[in-house]
């Protein structure tokens, strides 16, 4: 089976911390994401990468980086946290196969508060 | 730019069927997903169908698909309280596997 973990299931930090949010899976899937999930707005995509140390924006970059230095794990990095990041951050990894259906696995979440 | 909807809740006794409903804009879409979020986790795969069908059973999922209208919904029988969960329609958009998720419906299942 897929399995798709992350590094914590809850977290509590300050305004302006910088905060790491960690995602491995174990499927060797070149293509993994990051979303973010709130109430009325479903998932958005932050950042998603399809190679090692390559990413592309998604639809909500800003406040946010990532980085891929392994195939495996792809981090989520909040460079300087605000109240306004407060939510649930789901990773999910895919593998392409051209012309066919493509399954996201995701993790199961982790939800950060900000204060 | 693409965007999908669905109504955030549905509420159905238990032994009815449920039926969700999405609506996306994207024609160019070669797959349409049906994701579920149970309480505290990840979503999972639920179903998903091809651009080039109307629809897709699979034991007590229904899925119809009409592009004309770009309506997507899922068809749940028998539902039971376990199916108590939300529901994500997602379109498949652009390259690298990108998809495009509707605000999910919560469905709640009462006795």
């Known amino acids: 089976d897929v399995k798709v973990t992350q590094s914590s299931r809850y977290l509590v930090k300050r305004t302006g911390e910088k905060v790491f949010l960690e995602c491995v899976q174990d499927?060797?899937?070149?293509?993994m994401f990051w979303y973010r999930q709130d109430p009325g707005l479903g998932l958005r995509l932050i950042y998603f990468s399809y190679d090692v140390k390559m990413k592309e924006k998604g639809d909500i970059p800003e406040g946010y980086s990532v980085s891929r230095e392994k195939k495996e794990r792809f981090s989520l990095i909040l460079e300087s946290a605000s109240t306004n990041q407060t939510s649930m951050y789901l990773c999910a990894s895919s593998s392409p196969l051209t012309g066919s259906q493509e399954t996201q696995y995701f993790g199961p979440g982790t939800r950060l508060l900000v204060l | 730019g693409e965007d999908v909807e669905q109504s955030l809740f549905l509420s159905v006794r238990e032994g009815d069927s449920s039926v969700i409903n999405c609506t996306y804009t994207?024609?160019?879409?070669?797959?349409l997903y049906w994701y579920k979020q149970e309480p505290g986790a990840g979503l999972q795969l639920l179903t998903y169908i091809f651009s080039n069908m109307d629809m897709k059973q699979d034991q007590r999922l229904t899925v119809l698909l009409n592009k004309k209208d770009k309506h997507l919904s899922l068809r749940i029988a028998d539902t039971q309280t376990g199916d108590s969960a939300i529901y994500f329609c997602a379109e498949k958009a652009g390259g690298y596997n990108k998809l495009i998720f509707g605000a999910g419906t919560r469905l709640a299942v009462h006795p």
């Open positions: 994207d024609s160019s879409s070669t797959y």
């Open positions: 499927m060797d899937h070149e293509n």
